[in-house]
């Protein structure tokens, strides 16, 4: 029996489960998540993860368009598995936040997380 998976639309609720993203992967395992994002490769931990679109092909399980990125969380912190699909823009500009967030905690990496977001927003062809 599989679980049921549910896309989230509403625009506050994906904002809510970005959030929690980050919140959950913490401060110790922050900047792992940013080198991962940098090679347009997700990162997670349970119960929360973050992938690319290219990281799957068209039709298969979990594919979902050629460009974005997807936050989810599982069970048991869902009643089943939920996803907000996000662009690119949205991604940066969430990361950017939780990267502020994190500099207030650990204001020394303040230059590598400057560099990192620049970096991954030429990654991503952002203007």
């Known amino acids: 029996m599989s679980e049921e998976v549910f896309i989230i639309e509403e625009f506050s609720e994906k904002v809510e489960l ?15 998540a ?7 490769q997700g990162f997670g931990i349970d119960p929360v993860c973050c992938i690319f679109a290219n990281e799957y092909q068209p039709g298969e399980e979990g594919y979902f368009g ?3 990125v997807n936050f989810s969380i599982q069970p ?8 907000a699909i996000v662009d690119e823009n949205i991604f940066l500009q969430y990361l950017t936040e939780a ?3 994190y500099l207030t905690r650990q204001p020394q ?6 560099a990192s977001l620049k970096e991954l927003k030429e990654i991503l062809n952002l203007s």
Do not use: H
């Open 18 to 32: 970005m959030r929690l993203y980050y919140k959950i992967i913490g401060d110790g395992k922050f900047m792992e």
């Open 34 to 40: 940013i080198e991962n994002f940098k090679n347009k």
């Open 76 to 83: 048991p912190m869902a009643e089943g598995e939920e996803n």
């Open 99 to 101: 990267g502020e967030e």
């Open 66 to 68: 050629e460009t974005g």
């Open 109 to 114: 990496n303040r230059t590598e997380i400057a």
